[in-house]
């Protein structure tokens, strides 16, 4: 899409109103990336493409600050490619990049599914489960036989290691992800995923939420209400599957109940 195609797109518009509060942030992070206004111009309206892109794919998806910093931070990775440069490395200032608490569940859902092989399988369970579908420490501390303090430090360490994951890894968020071929969803994988659980098994989580995402579907709610987790499953047709299961609480651990 050309930038004249965006002056009659409808889509863009509205695009281009949701962002362009956030854009005079995105324009100090790409000059911070560029060193040159010049060049940060042409990062800014690639960037401002690419993130349109997703906008196009995932109408849904909430635009946010640090969505769009990742954007930029790959576009500028190509630009680099494309004229032959090294693209320059250091940290930036933490006002450039915006901190943790700044994103939102999609920003932490990306970031899960695309970088899951740079964390431990116990730290992407804790993420998923606290950031994205809003368990308590507490909670998620019953299900595993550990204590809150414990969860609570862990998740801390768990947020820092995939916060630098994406900075160090900027070309995660390139526009093949989009199109990547994906399979169809297996029963068993499903099943799997609540038998982690049933067994408080992180590991068997982990392995089972990535297939799951391999093979395009999206598990778009887990939830605890009292001793029943509830799990919704959109497979990559668009239909929702849903299972719940039944849960004995003892002694600060679970078990299945028979």
């Given at each position: 899409?050309t930038?004249?195609?965006?002056l009659?797109?409808?889509g863009?518009?509205t695009?281009?109103?949701?962002?362009?509060?956030?854009?005079?942030?995105?324009?100090r992070?790409?000059?911070?990336?560029?060193?040159?206004?010049?060049?940060?111009?042409?990062?800014?309206?690639?960037?401002?493409?690419?993130?349109?892109?997703?906008?196009?794919r995932?109408?849904?998806?909430?635009?946010?600050?640090?969505?769009?910093?990742?954007?930029?931070?790959?576009?500028?990775?190509d630009?680099?490619?494309s004229?032959k440069?090294e693209?320059?490395v250091?940290?930036l200032e933490?006002?450039?990049?915006?901190?943790?608490d700044?994103?939102?569940?999609?920003?932490?859902?990306?970031?899960?599914?695309?970088?899951?092989?740079?964390?431990?399988?116990?730290?992407?369970?804790?993420?998923l489960l606290i950031?994205?579908?809003?368990?308590t420490?507490?909670?998620?501390?019953?299900?595993?036989?550990?204590?809150?303090?414990?969860?609570?430090?862990?998740?801390?360490?768990?947020?820092?290691?995939?916060?630098?994951?994406?900075?160090?890894?900027?070309e995660?968020?390139?526009?093949?992800?989009?199109?990547?071929?994906?399979?169809?969803?297996?029963?068993?994988?499903?099943?799997?995923?609540v038998?982690?659980?049933?067994?408080?098994?992180?590991?068997?989580?982990?392995?089972?939420?990535?297939?799951?995402?391999?093979?395009?579907?999206?598990?778009?709610?887990?939830?605890?209400?009292?001793?029943?987790?509830?799990?919704t499953?959109i497979?990559?047709?668009?239909?929702?599957?849903?299972?719940?299961?039944?849960?004995?609480?003892?002694?600060?651990?679970?078990?299945?109940?028979?």
């Amino acid at each position: 899409m050309t930038q004249g195609d965006h002056l009659t797109d409808a889509g863009y518009e509205t695009f281009a109103k949701m962002t362009l509060p956030l854009q005079s942030d995105l324009k100090r992070y790409c000059l911070a990336k560029a060193s040159s206004a010049w060049d940060a111009d042409d990062l800014l309206q690639e960037s401002l493409i690419k993130a349109y892109r997703w906008y196009t794919r995932f109408p849904n998806r909430e635009i946010t600050k640090p969505f769009l910093f990742r954007i930029a931070a790959n576009a500028w990775v190509d630009i680099c490619r494309s004229r032959k440069w090294e693209p320059q490395v250091g940290q930036l200032e933490e006002h450039l990049i915006g901190s943790y608490d700044e994103w939102s569940k999609w920003d932490v859902r990306e970031a899960l599914e695309l970088l899951s092989d740079r964390l431990e399988p116990k730290q992407v369970v804790l993420i998923l489960l606290i950031d994205v579908f809003h368990f308590t420490a507490k909670e998620t501390g019953r299900l595993f036989g550990q204590s809150e303090g414990s969860v609570k430090a862990a998740l801390k360490r768990a947020r820092t290691r995939l916060k630098k994951a994406v900075e160090s890894y900027p070309e995660y968020w390139d526009d093949s992800v989009l199109t990547a071929p994906r399979g169809g969803l297996s029963i068993e994988v499903f099943e799997a995923l609540v038998e982690g659980f049933r067994r408080a098994d992180p590991y068997a989580i982990f392995r089972s939420y990535q297939t799951m995402i391999d093979d395009g579907a999206m598990v778009d709610r887990i939830e605890l209400r009292g001793n029943t987790l509830y799990f919704t499953i959109i497979d990559p047709d668009g239909n929702v599957l849903t299972i719940t299961e039944k849960l004995k609480w003892q002694d600060d651990k679970y078990h299945s109940k028979s």
